[in-house]
């Protein structure tokens, strides 16, 4: 079992910077692949970024390439999601998920695969 919660989220002006973490509790936990999702209102969720559990492999939505860097801490069991550049576009709650993977260097891009989910942190990005 693997509990998440997320925090960090905020009401920030285009242009600011946020960065998310997600605390998980579970011995599995640095064996899970973890990624973040975000859903704003009358949309559905989609996928933001995704890191493996040994840290090696990450991958990004095009939406946010560039501007953001997901990196973890298996010693504080925390995953982190840096946002910069932020646009009103990026309005959203962000979700932390996390699946256990066999693979060091596996990434999962799609929602099902996720086992485990936060309860979200809601970003507001104002123009």
């Not at 509790?25 to 973040?36: E, I, K, P």
């Not at 209102?41 to 939406?63: L, M």
Request: net charge positive; charged share 15%.
């Amino acid at each position: 079992q693997v509990q998440l919660v997320e925090s960090g989220g905020g009401l920030v002006q285009a242009g600011d910077s946020l960065r998310l973490s997600c605390a998980a509790s579970g011995r599995t936990f640095s064996r899970a692949c973890v990624g973040w999702f975000r859903q704003a209102p009358g949309k559905e969720r989609e996928f933001v970024a995704a890191i493996s559990w040994s840290g090696g492999s990450t991958h990004y939505a095009d939406s946010v390439k560039g501007r953001a860097t997901i990196s973890r801490d298996n010693t504080k069991n925390t995953v982190y999601l840096q946002m910069n550049s932020l646009k009103p576009e990026d309005t959203a709650v962000y979700y932390c998920s996390a699946a256990a993977t066999t693979g060091g260097w596996t990434t999962l891009v799609r929602g099902g695969d996720y086992n485990y989910w936060g309860q979200g942190t809601q970003v507001t990005v104002s123009s």
